[in-house]
């Protein structure tokens, strides 16, 4: 494919770029060439509809292609590299079509957008990164299929889970459905992690997962998709999904600790929560670890981030003191970061996930 791969501040400004400017609001209308008002998915043809095909691999014989595009801006898309073990690889988000109603933008866990030349209402064209043409003799065309068929999606997912009067239901932060969760395979592990967590019934609290959307019949009404649970992996009192498309900057932003390596982060009564502040004009961090206050510089290469010895207050706290020094220790492991959504994750030299950040908009 012709372009090259953005670095992580460029993929915030092309995001932004996207689904502020280019795609702006969902119920946003286009102008057509007899000067009628139309809605720019209106491109698509009538929906749901499902696209399908092969389309080229680097290094394998194809790679084939489901997208299934719903009335309410939500995606399924499942991909099998033929040739190759494992998979299917499945993701669900959020899709968009820019004011002309030329191009689909797929909006989900991946860290590019996903985008397609809308050709006419039959047949949709994969762009390269930067959302051009990709010049070639090969065929990068999706067709729509006779009949909607759906894919019942299998992934790792996140979405804010509760549970009152015997009813669990499941917002799914990509596409912000609510799904009923069936009381099946390891829903009991989430159920209990929940009812510990829960400050109060019917309380939301983020949880993480490997799940399965699938269509069943309800108590009462048509069948509808729902969530089977295969895998529980975490409930995190203090996180939340983020606004939706959110594409927050590194710098000069309030970033509140939510995770540290595997674990939830804790806040003890009358204490600060664990965060930092990175200021760009000057390249150093404030904050706090929970119990002291924070000091300290930070460097930047691209993806690459170091942060120098942090200067502290010297209090000494009944609680979360534990939590903090793990807290600084993995700042000082730290070695790349990222970006997605809302959320920042830091990583050491490795890779292994150090801390992840939510963003906070102080008011």
Request: hydrophobic content about 40%; aromatic content about 8%.
């Amino acid at each position: 494919m012709r372009g090259a791969f953005l670095d992580s501040k460029s993929r915030q400004f092309f995001s932004a770029v996207v689904f502020l400017g280019i795609f702006g609001g969902a119920g946003a209308a286009a102008t057509d060439l007899a000067g009628k008002q139309s809605t720019p998915a209106s491109a698509l043809g009538a929906l749901p509809a499902t696209f399908s095909g092969v389309l080229p691999c680097a290094d394998c014989p194809g790679i084939a292609h489901q997208i299934d595009l719903f009335p309410d801006r939500v995606y399924y898309l499942q991909r099998v590299y033929e040739g190759r073990p494992g998979g299917p690889f499945d993701e669900v988000g959020a899709w968009m079509v820019s004011a002309n109603g030329r191009t689909l933008a797929l909006h989900g866990e991946r860290e590019e957008t996903l985008q397609f030349a809308i050709e006419n209402a039959n047949t949709v064209r994969l762009l390269d990164r930067d959302g051009r043409p990709i010049v070639s003799s090969l065929n990068y065309n999706l067709a729509r299929a006779a009949a909607f068929e759906p894919i019942e999606p299998r992934l790792a997912m996140r979405g804010m889970f509760r549970y009152l009067a015997d009813t669990a239901i499941f917002e799914e932060c990509l596409t912000r459905r609510k799904h009923p969760v069936l009381m099946q395979g390891d829903y009991l592990a989430v159920e209990k992690a929940y009812l510990r967590a829960r400050r109060e019934p019917g309380e939301a609290i983020l949880a993480t997962l490997q799940g399965r959307i699938v269509v069943r019949a309800g108590m009462e009404g048509p069948p509808r998709p729902s969530l089977l649970v295969e895998r529980f992996t975490g409930l995190w009192p203090r996180e939340t999904c983020g606004p939706q498309f959110a594409t927050e900057r590194l710098e000069n932003t309030y970033w509140k600790l939510v995770r540290l390596r595997d674990e939830p982060v804790v806040v003890a009564g009358n204490q600060r929560e664990p965060h930092i502040i990175l200021q760009a004009t000057d390249r150093r961090v404030a904050g706090s670890g929970g119990c002291n206050r924070l000091l300290g510089g930070y460097q930047l290469d691209g993806n690459r981030i170091t942060f120098e010895k942090f200067a502290s207050t010297l209090m000494a706290c009944p609680a979360g003191m534990e939590q903090e020094r793990v807290f600084l220790d993995a700042l000082g492991q730290a070695a790349r970061w990222r970006v997605l959504g809302s959320h920042l994750e830091v990583f050491d030299s490795g890779g292994a996930l150090l801390a992840r950040l939510e963003a906070v908009h102080l008011r």
